[in-house]
Structure formats: structure tokens, C-alpha cells
């Protein structure tokens, strides 16, 4: 299939811009007469938004519909517990939202139980870990004492079993092959909450090493097999990752966070969509999945109960607003043009990470086959902090990232990571998407590491005259073709 991009402005809400924009118009009046300050900024981000290459791997451009979603009284209201179970009054237009949403999200994935309230991917995967660990340790824990609540135990008896809901393990994928903070690494407090240990990805090839995850599990015992990633530009193998979860007990917790939009979009079927074959499965809406700032957990019905404790447990109050427009989005997710966005995402990350590889550049596998592209900019001589500015002074917004092995650790980094799915929703198709490897390539080219007292500085660094300027007006070119939300004005 190749990038059509009319379908993907629709997706923008080209057919109600002019709606929109009276929206927009009237809703700017209004701050303004409060903070104008706050509402220049708003006029400001649109502007900048629609005058750059966003190319950043985790965001995209929601449409109208769902952005102005957000903006209501739903806001204003409390609403803990789960629907139909409230612990303040007067939700009954709140549990409409909240089981719209989780309804849509079960449909469009196929899953069992969906919740719709984590305010965050991070949120999300606090909650799978606490139903994780009430499902499979504190509620056998309390059947072993002959209790039914926690409030029913002695103080000896709680002690016991909080340490061994302390003790349990947990293996993910390592931080410089992809994996996320949140799956396990000490700074975050999933580590603190687990023993952890990663799994690479094979030195050679650069892909996840099946046989190698499976052995690590078999050593390792843990009870938490984490599949999912940030920066793999590859396709996982669910099934297997299930798989190696079954024998050695494991329960098979996937974070799509990053690549929910191709298994929305059905880009990722059979073995690699993970929804049928994990336990429970987490995400973000608003990277490749085009909805607002926000989680989901999707689960079986053996870890759905747990799951729907999600507030209080680990969640402050559910964002009313943010869940209605979760609703707008995953019913948007739901129509057969999203399919066309997400063939398109992934179609446009071929093209790019061919642009680059044909320009002599190096890419962390070799390639993709999902929305991004790792760029290992070594071989220009470059950190990926002082790549990721010059490249921004140029007007591309990308940003570094580690590579296996980085040698310049997590905070300079030694990659950029590249992600299709905001120009996609633009309607940037593949020739586009190749002048964007050629500009990226032209700035790396021409992007100097400059001298420091100690030796070569990994932070400055020289572009050369006229650069940025030529690369502006070539993507100005670009992005004039493909407006960001055509017809909208403010
Ligand atoms: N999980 C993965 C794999 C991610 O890449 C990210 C964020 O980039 C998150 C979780 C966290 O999402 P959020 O920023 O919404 O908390």
C-alpha cells in the first residue's frame, strides 16, 4: 500500500475545520480575557508545531475533535472507582465517557477487559504491575491465612506478605537495546519494586534473540516477563515472548505504548500483535495511536479485577475529560481510514530508513519494519546531543537516544531516533520521507563537534553557514504541501 495522504487529513478533521475553527477562535477570545499571555503561547505552539519536521518517534497531532474533547466541565469532576461503582455522586455522564471509551478500546483490540483511567503509559504500567502482583501474590497470600482483606491480617502476618510482594522479579528488555525506565530499572520505581534483569538483543544482527530471552527466563525464574520497547526498530514475536512466559511461569505483561497505532491500524497481526497473547497489555493514546495524552490496560479476565483497582491503588482521581477524549479517539482508531494511516506509518519509516542507508549512513538493525528508525550518528563524528541540536536548528525536531552499547552513555547518547507517525498524519508519503533523510543527512554532514578545554566537546558543536537555511526552506516546501490541520485558523 502506498501513502495516501488525503486519508490521512481527514484524519486531522478536514472535514469540519471550519467548525474547528470557530472553536478555536471563540475558545482564544475567551482566555484571553484572563491570561492573555497563556493564550499567545497556545496561538504560538500551533504556529511552531505547523513550521517544523516533528519527528519525534512518540508524538503525533490529535485531531480536533479529540483536543477539543478535552477542554470541558467534565474536568471539574471527581469520579473514583470504576463504573457504576463511584465513590462520589452524581457520575453518571462520567461512567457514559469511561465505558465508551473502555468499550472501544475493547473492540478495536480484541481484548477481554479494557480500563481507561491511567492518566499516563507510565500510569499504566503501575497498574498491570500492582494487578500483576495482587493476582498472582497477595490474593493466594491471603486464601494461605484464611483472610479475605488485607485489613483482616495481623500486624506479623502483613509484614510477611508485604516482603514477599516485595520480592518478586521481573525481566525486561535492557535500556540501550529499547527497553523502557518503567520496565524495571532502578531509577524508577519499578525497580525498586522488583529484582531485574534485562534481556539484549543479539550483537550481530541487532534483533531480539528468542533462544537467549528463553534461557535468561529459565535462569532467571522471574514472575514478570516484560515484552515491549521504545527504541527497537523491529517487530517483536508475541507469541514466542508467551511462550517462554509459560514455561517458566511468568506472567507475559506487553507495553505497546510506542506501536499501539499499528496494532490499532491491524499493520501488526497474528504473533505480533500482542493483545491475544499477553496477560495484560498497556499503552499510551497519544503516540502512534493518535488520541490524547493518556493510558490504557487491556487484560484477561483472570487480571481484570485487579486491574479495575487501578484507582485508588496507584492513580490519583481519572481525568474525565481526558477519558471522553480517549472515547473520540479509539472510535476514530475504529474507521477503516486509520488502517490506510498506519500502513502509511509504517510504509514511511521504510522510506526514510532507505533514504538514510542509501546516503552511506548507519542504522541500529540494519533498517526497520515498524515506525522508526535509529540512526547511529558515529560515523559523522557527532554525539547524539550535539546531533539532536544542529539538527534542531534546522528546524527537525527529533530526539537522541542510546545505542547498543553506547559509548556515550544515556545523557549524550550516540543515536537519534526517528519516528514516522506525526508527518504521516500530515500526509507525508514516501518521497516526502526520503527528502527528510537527505535534509537530516545534509545537517549531520555539515555539523562540526567543536574543541574543549579537555579534548572534543560532546555537547557543542559548529553548523556550517547556510545549512539551516537551506533545510528550512526545503521542508517549508514540504510542510506548505501538507498542512498540520488544513483549513483551520485562528
Ligand atoms: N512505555 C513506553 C514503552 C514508552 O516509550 C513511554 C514513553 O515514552 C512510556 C511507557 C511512558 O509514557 P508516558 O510518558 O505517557 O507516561
Request: hydrophobic residues 40%; charged residues 20%; negative net charge.
Amino acid at each position: 500500500m502506498t501513502a495516501d495522504a488525503s486519508v490521512s487529513k481527514s484524519g486531522l478533521g478536514a472535514g469540519y475545520a471550519a467548525t474547528a475553527s470557530e472553536a478555536y477562535q471563540a475558545a482564544l477570545r475567551v482566555i484571553e480575557q484572563v491570561e492573555p499571555r497563556v493564550a499567545a503561547a497556545t496561538r504560538k505552539e500551533l504556529e511552531d508545531q505547523r513550521s517544523s519536521l516533528k519527528l519525534i518517534a512518540s508524538e503525533n497531532y490529535a485531531s480536533p475533535a479529540v483536543l477539543l474533547t478535552m477542554g470541558t466541565w467534565f474536568s471539574d469532576k471527581y469520579a473514583e472507582g470504576t463504573v457504576g461503582h463511584r465513590f462520589y455522586a452524581a457520575c453518571q455522564n462520567v461512567d457514559t465517557v469511561e465505558a465508551l471509551a473502555a468499550e472501544h478500546a475493547r473492540e478495536l483490540f480484541g481484548a477481554p477487559y479494557a480500563y481507561a483511567q491511567p492518566h499516563s503509559g507510565i500510569d499504566a504500567n503501575l497498574v498491570a504491575f500492582w494487578a500483576i502482583l495482587a493476582t498472582r501474590i497477595e490474593a493466594p497470600g491471603l486464601a494461605e491465612l484464611g483472610a479475605k482483606h488485607v485489613n483482616d491480617l495481623s500486624e506479623a502476618d502483613w509484614e510477611k506478605l508485604r516482603s514477599k510482594l516485595g520480592n518478586q522479579r521481573l525481566l525486561g528488555m535492557s535500556l540501550d537495546t529499547g527497553g523502557h525506565l518503567t520496565h524495571g530499572f532502578r531509577p524508577n520505581i519499578s525497580g525498586k519494586m522488583f529484582h531485574q534483569r534485562s534481556y539484549g538483543t543479539d550483537a550481530q544482527t541487532g534483533l531480539i534473540d528468542y533462544d537467549a530471552v528463553a534461557a535468561a527466563a529459565r535462569e532467571f525464574k522471574p514472575l514478570v516477563l516484560v515484552a515491549g520497547y521504545s527504541a527497537y526498530p523491529r517487530r517483536v514475536n508475541f507469541a514466542k515472548m508467551r511462550e517462554i512466559a509459560d514455561e517458566v511461569g511468568a506472567t507475559l505483561m506487553v507495553d505497546m505504548a510506542h506501536f499501539a497505532g499499528l496494532v490499532a491500524g491491524k499493520v501488526f497481526t497474528g504473533d505480533e500483535n500482542p493483545v491475544p497473547h499477553a496477560h495484560v497489555t498497556t499503552t499510551t493514546t497519544h503516540k502512534s495511536l493518535r488520541g490524547p495524552r493518556g493510558g490504557l490496560v487491556l487484560a484477561t479476565e483472570e487480571y481484570a479485577p485487579a486491574v479495575d483497582k487501578g484507582c485508588p491503588m496507584v492513580l490519583g482521581g481519572p481525568l474525565s475529560h481526558v477519558m471522553a477524549a480517549k472515547a473520540v479517539a479509539l472510535a476514530e482508531a475504529r474507521q477503516p481510514e486509520f488502517q490506510t494511516y498506519a500502513q502509511n506509518v509504517a510504509d514511511n519509516a521504510k522510506s526514510l530508513a532507505d533514504g538514510f542507508l542509501k546516503r552511506g549512513a548507519t542504522l541500529v538493525t540494519g533498517g526497520t519494519d515498524n515506525h522508526l528508525v535509529l540512526l547511529d550518528v558515529q560515523s559523522f563524528g557527532l554525539t547524539g546531543r550535539q546531533a539532536e541540536s544542529a539538527l534542531l536548528d534546522a528546524g527537525v525536531v527529533t530526539n537522541r537516544n542510546s545505542i547498543p552499547n553506547d559509548p556515550n552513555g544515556a545523557w549524550y547518547s550516540s543515536g537519534i531516533r526517528f519516528g514516522t507517525p506525526a508527518l504521516t498524519t500530515r500526509g507525508f508519503g514516501a518521497d516526502e520521507f526520503d527528502k527528510v533523510a537527505e535534509l537530516v543527512v545534509d545537517v549531520l554532514s555539515n555539523t562540526q563537534p567543536t574543541a574543549a578545554s579537555n579534548g572534543p566537546s560532546k555537547a557543542k558543536y559548529t553548523l556550517a553557514d547556510g545549512t539551516a537555511d537551506r533545510v528550512r526552506a526545503a521542508s517549508a516546501e514540504m510542510l506548505d504541501a501538507n498542512p498540520l490541520y488544513p483549513g483551520l485558523t485562528l
